[in-house]
């Protein structure tokens, strides 16, 4: 038999426009002899809705959307499809089984995932029966997503008389999560027995952005198909027995990987909520390089501007690197200096700082008369602000609240400043839109004479370990000191990161891409008085 795998960029809460999306891949499977079609888990409102389907208009709207679908689709092609079921006894996250004209049959998802950037359990409830129905001489049986995450559900499948698992998905991408899916899946397998057809999302929605990455799994447990990843698209499999073909598409490697989801995320961001473009701060540095590579790539270079804001700490080159690469690109480009409002401010508060001494604050300053610049081109123009801080930033507090911190997107928010190096080298082996002496100078804020980062962090390498140590593993101080790490640097960086909470609570949102991210995966107090870099004292 041949299924066909609807591996598409959904919105959510576009009902109307997802429904026709779906309507149009049914057709289209249809007319090529498919014989069923999977969609993506909750296909019909995207995901995650999060408490939009904790609303009773919601869940009606989605309901009328999947009974009109059925009656449109070819009734002789058995269409999967997700969605939110509300009924008497519960809401759940479905996936209905249309056919003939009708809904025929509805799966509700049992393992409801609540750790990381999920928590379903705040908002359905979990069903425990199969769904098994029968397709072009093949028994199917409907897994979603975090169904196949745990033992039980598989099983359950075959003991009702499956022979394959379809899985519907909106599985998050992070980095090397391709491997963790298919370890997953080989688990199931060994459970059950059930080969399977893993149907993912693809796209970006608010922080999460999804790869799409489809695959089948055989039963010998051989990848016997496998789609693109970051592309949208029907893909087709042919069933027999317990064997499957299909495209066998190579995945991109961990750099390719991360940098297509940050295209990805950006363009969706600006598409989806109706920007008309972006504008960004150009400092000469290399985060601000790679943000408007990526934005350029996303979105096409005459929808990007690029704004250099030179202050009296600004060096030449910046100024020169900056126009360097905005004319490779190929981006608008202007240049609007920060001497007269910063000198405005600094006169209207010459009473206030009467006889202190200058510090920070005046640094910061510089900072937010670059921000207020952005924001007011991002008013006048309908367009988004990109920040171009990065996660060894956000992590510390290395940023200016309402200065380079104000935007509506942070594109390297989940980009370590090591990596940021590894992304611009890999994008300018695609064509080298970035000025080389952009990689190669010492990174500085330019707040300051003769001002370099590492004048207030530890080096780069030093300082991305142990956050990752810290951040995203949870490591205890000691255990990150027994790693070979000075004990004085680690309580430093932790001191920073704890410090800097509520930066990061004000910070604009940025696409994940590592299983970490300050947002919905990270949740700590701003005000705690536990300090667990005392343990080194």
Not at 375 to 393: D, I, Q, R
């Amino acid at each position: 038999m041949k299924l066909a795998v609807a591996q598409l960029n959904l919105t959510v809460g576009d009902i109307a426009g997802n429904a026709a999306r779906l309507l149009a891949a049914a057709n289209e499977a249809h007319a090529a002899g498919a014989d069923l079609l999977l969609t993506p888990e909750m296909s019909i409102c995207s995901y995650p809705a999060e408490d939009l389907v904790l609303r009773q208009d919601f869940t009606a709207a989605c309901a009328a959307a999947v009974e009109q679908l059925a009656k449109d689709a070819p009734p002789a092609l058995a269409l999967v499809v997700g969605y939110p079921e509300r009924s008497e006894d519960g809401l759940y996250n479905a996936a209905a089984l249309l056919r003939g004209g009708r809904v025929e049959a509805v799966y509700r998802k049992h393992h409801l995932p609540n750790h990381s950037v999920f928590d379903e359990r705040r908002v359905f409830d979990r069903g425990g029966e199969p769904c098994v129905f029968g397709c072009g001489g093949v028994r199917f049986a409907i897994n979603i997503c975090g169904d196949i995450w745990e033992p039980g559900p598989a099983s359950r499948a075959r003991d009702a008389g499956a022979e394959w698992l379809l899985v519907p998905n909106a599985s998050p991408y992070h980095l090397n999560k391709e491997h963790e899916r298919a370890a997953v899946a080989g688990a199931r397998l060994a459970e059950a027995g059930l080969p399977l057809v893993y149907a993912n999302l693809v796209g970006g929605q608010d922080e999460l952005v999804f790869d799409g990455a489809s695959f089948a799994l055989d039963a010998r447990g051989e990848v016997a198909a496998q789609c693109p990843a970051w592309q949208e698209g029907l893909f087709y499999l042919e069933i027999d027995g317990g064997g499957c073909s299909g495209p066998q598409e190579r995945l991109p490697d961990e750099d390719a990987a991360v940098y297509d989801a940050l295209v990805l995320a950006v363009r969706d961001y600006v598409g989806k909520n109706g920007f008309r473009g972006v504008h960004l701060g150009l400092s000469g540095g290399i985060d601000s390089a790679l943000t408007l590579a990526i934005a350029a790539d996303a979105i096409g270079a005459d929808k990007v501007h690029a704004v250099m804001m030179p202050s009296d700490y600004t060096a030449s080159i910046s100024v020169e690197d900056s126009r360097d690469m905005a004319g490779r690109l190929g981006v608008h480009y202007s240049e609007i200096a920060i001497r007269p409002i910063y000198d405005a401010f600094m006169g209207q508060l010459a009473g206030e700082f009467a006889g202190l001494a200058a510090d920070t604050t005046e640094e910061n300053l510089q900072a937010r008369a670059r921000g207020t610049l952005l924001m007011a081109l991002s008013n006048k123009f309908g367009t988004l602000v990109l920040t171009t801080g990065n996660k060894s930033e956000m992590g510390t507090g290395y940023a200016t609240l309402y200065g380079d911190m104000a935007g509506g997107f942070a594109v390297l928010k989940d980009v370590a400043k090591t990596r940021v190096y590894r992304l611009a080298d890999y994008r300018n082996r695609r064509s080298a839109v970035i000025p080389q002496r952009i990689i190669d100078r010492p990174p500085s804020a330019e707040l300051r004479p003769d001002q370099t980062d590492q004048d207030s962090l530890p080096p780069y390498a030093v300082l991305d370990a142990i956050l990752a140590a810290y951040v995203e593993r949870d490591l205890p101080a000691r255990e990150i000191v027994a790693q070979g790490f000075d004990a004085a640097t680690v309580k430093r960086v932790i001191r920073m990161v704890d410090l800097a909470e509520y930066k990061r609570r004000q910070a604009p949102p940025g696409p994940r891409i590592t299983p970490r991210n300050f947002g919905k995966d990270r949740r700590y107090p701003i005000t705690s008085k536990y300090r667990p870099e005392g343990e080194l004292s």
